[in-house]
């Protein structure tokens, strides 16, 4: 018989790993309702004409395609089957796909729910995401993703605060990060100035791999993509620009002097830049003119994030986008946001033991009667004890102490209030602290103040 399985690139998750990463949640939901986002929940599916084309090439073979129920091919017309247009393939055997990120389908969102919103509009969604990647270490098919994104609005505060959160977020996991920023105009100005303009997309999606594959493979692929040898000898020393974030803004004014669009991007990465400055901000941030992010709809700033201490790729990302709700019929609505990569996250902080202890119990109390009368004991004791905010169970069968104590240690439950004749008796609870192997005797109000 065959065991069962997933698929390759989801995961089930244990208990254990359940609270974990509702920690992770939980802390950068806190944040972002410190800051005045809103929740927010779209769909899993979304039609596959609203996801079609908005994440570039690359992104399109990533989508999840849902095949139409019934009989899909009946309405194909048998030529289509042969030709190489797959899109337009995809479109009439599939009606729906799965979505691929949180921020098309909130571009959807708010075109379609413009009447009822106020904008500037600042919302949050924590939801899961599929692409049909090849598995690897930190990449998966099906993964999760924080967002906070702000549409309505041009101002580059909105940059210099989502900044702010993800200061914030990463101090209170305790994971050291750098911040890497570019800005897409910038890059465009660079296209220009390598007289390859029209090559624009081409270079963005070369060079964010150059992480992955090394900046001599992207060059082999701008080749290939295209570019002249001369334009990929131009690009090279503007990726390879040293000194700190002014210096490096200050050569490439002199770069892109003559590009309009370069020079508006430069004055927009000043501004940040000053906006951070008047801020307390413990994290390292970079100007990094590699950073490309490949998504086609990114227009302005973008911003990547990298744990310092484990080489696991971004764990954070995002940037402006002017015309993305435009694709859905509303113009003139810009947004910046960023997106959180729990699962990542959630492998950095196990490799660097980041955990609280406290996050591997939902329980902190077990309850454990050796008889008939403890047990009807146990379930007065355990409505008083949650009702004092402590999160409590009773053990339900009357078996060996060992068998019940090993059910705490495996669960890894911090208390056990052990309940006997003697107990009873005496109004007096056996309080074990399992961590510390000590125990006493408690009132039930002692046992809640010391616990709580």
């Given at each position: 018989m065959q065991k069962p399985s997933i698929p390759s690139g989801t995961r089930d998750f244990i208990p254990a790993e359940m609270i974990r990463r509702n920690y992770i949640f939980d802390t950068i939901k806190?944040?972002?309702?410190?800051?005045?986002?809103?929740?927010?929940?779209?769909?899993?599916?979304?039609?596959?004409?609203?996801?079609?084309?908005?994440?570039?090439?690359?992104?399109?073979?990533?989508?999840?395609k849902v095949l139409n129920s019934g009989d899909f091919l009946k309405s194909v017309d048998s030529n289509l089957l042969n030709v190489s247009n797959t899109n337009a393939l995809a479109l009439k055997l599939c009606e729906k796909g799965l979505r691929y990120d949180l921020t098309v389908p909130f571009a959807r969102f708010v075109v379609q729910h413009q009447n009822d919103i106020t904008f500037p509009f600042k919302r949050y969604q924590i939801q899961p995401v599929w692409r049909a990647d090849r598995p690897q270490k930190g990449r998966y098919r099906e993964f999760y993703q924080c967002d906070a994104d702000v549409v309505g609005s041009t101002s580059l505060m909105n940059e210099a605060e989502l900044i702010q959160i993800i200061d914030e977020v990463f101090n209170r996991l305790g994971i050291s990060i750098v911040v890497k920023l570019n800005n897409r105009k910038i890059l465009a100005g660079i296209a220009e100035y390598i007289n390859a303009p029209e090559y624009l997309t081409d270079i963005t999606v070369a060079i964010d791999k150059i992480d992955k594959i090394s900046l001599e493979k992207v060059n082999l692929e701008l080749l290939e993509r295209g570019l002249n040898q001369d334009s990929v000898d131009k690009l090279q020393p503007v990726l390879q620009l040293k000194g700190n974030n002014q210096e490096k803004l200050s050569q490439l004014s002199k770069i892109l002097e003559i590009s309009e669009i370069g020079k508006l991007g430069i004055t927009e990465m000043t501004e940040i830049f000053s906006l951070l400055g008047h801020l307390s901000l413990s994290v390292q941030i970079e100007l990094d003119l590699t950073l490309a992010r490949g998504l086609n709809y990114y227009t302005g700033a973008i911003l990547e994030v990298k744990a310092k201490d484990v080489p696991i790729g971004s764990i954070c990302g995002g940037g402006r986008y002017d015309n993305l709700t435009g694709v859905f019929g509303l113009q003139g609505v810009s947004g910046v946001g960023i997106s959180f990569?729990?699962?990542?996250?959630?492998?950095?902080?196990?490799?660097?033991?980041?955990?609280?202890?406290?996050t591997t119990s939902c329980t902190q109390v077990l309850l454990i009667g050796f008889g008939k009368n403890e047990m009807d004991y146990c379930l007065k004791a355990a409505s008083v004890l949650r009702k004092a905010g402590i999160s409590t169970e009773i053990y339900p069968d009357i078996t060996k102490l060992k068998k019940q104590m090993g059910y705490a240690n495996n669960k890894n439950i911090p208390w056990v209030i052990l309940i006997g004749e003697n107990e009873l008796n005496s109004g007096k609870l056996t309080l074990k602290n399992m961590s510390a192997g000590i125990q006493d005797m408690y009132t039930l109000e002692e046992i809640i103040t010391k616990i709580s």
């Open positions: 806190d944040v972002f309702k410190l800051y005045g986002y809103s929740p927010i929940e779209t769909p899993a599916m979304e039609n596959l004409s609203t996801l079609l084309g908005k994440y570039g090439e690359e992104g399109d073979k990533l989508l999840f990569g729990a699962d990542r996250i959630y492998d950095v902080m196990v490799q660097l033991g980041l955990f609280p202890e406290n």
